[in-house]
Nanobody
Framework: QVQLVQSGGGLVQAGGSLSLSCAAS????????LGWIRQVPGRERELVAT????????SYGDSVNGRFTISKDNAKSMLYLRMNNLNPEDPAVYYC?????????????????WGQGTQVTVSS
């Protein structure tokens, strides 16, 4: 089993920045990809970013590429998402997730483990 516990999120003005964190525990992540996925009510889940736990390769969704940065700290088993230049398209519940998938995979069923989610709200 893998446990994912998120922190961060909250309210930020448009154009501002916000950081999310995800603490992982349990089994080894040697063969896992980890990512951030967001969901807006009434819409399908959207892949935000993914990263290889061991290799460090990253992949980003088109809507966030250039604005968001995914990173990790292997020693601390931490996953991070830095969100810059937030805009009205970004408010959502953000989830960290992990699974034995290729980075960039959009098949949400392949992400076996999920954090509890955290709300990101953008004001203007």
């Amino acid at each position: 089993q893998v446990q994912l516990v998120q922190s961060g999120g909250g309210l930020v003005q448009a154009g501002g920045s916000l950081s999310l964190s995800c603490a992982a525990s349990g089994r080894s992540f040697a063969s896992y990809a980890l990512g951030w996925i967001r969901q807006v009510p009434g819409r399908e889940r959207e892949l935000v970013a993914t990263i290889s736990w061991t290799g460090g390769g990253t992949s980003y969704g088109d809507s966030v590429n250039g604005r968001f940065t995914i990173s990790k700290d292997n020693a601390k088993s931490m996953l991070y998402l830095r969100m810059n230049n937030l805009n009205p398209e970004d408010p959502a519940v953000y989830y960290c997730a992990a699974g034995g998938v290729w980075i960039g995979s959009r098949d949400m069923t392949k992400y076996e483990y999920w954090g509890q989610g955290t709300q990101v709200t953008v004001s203007s």
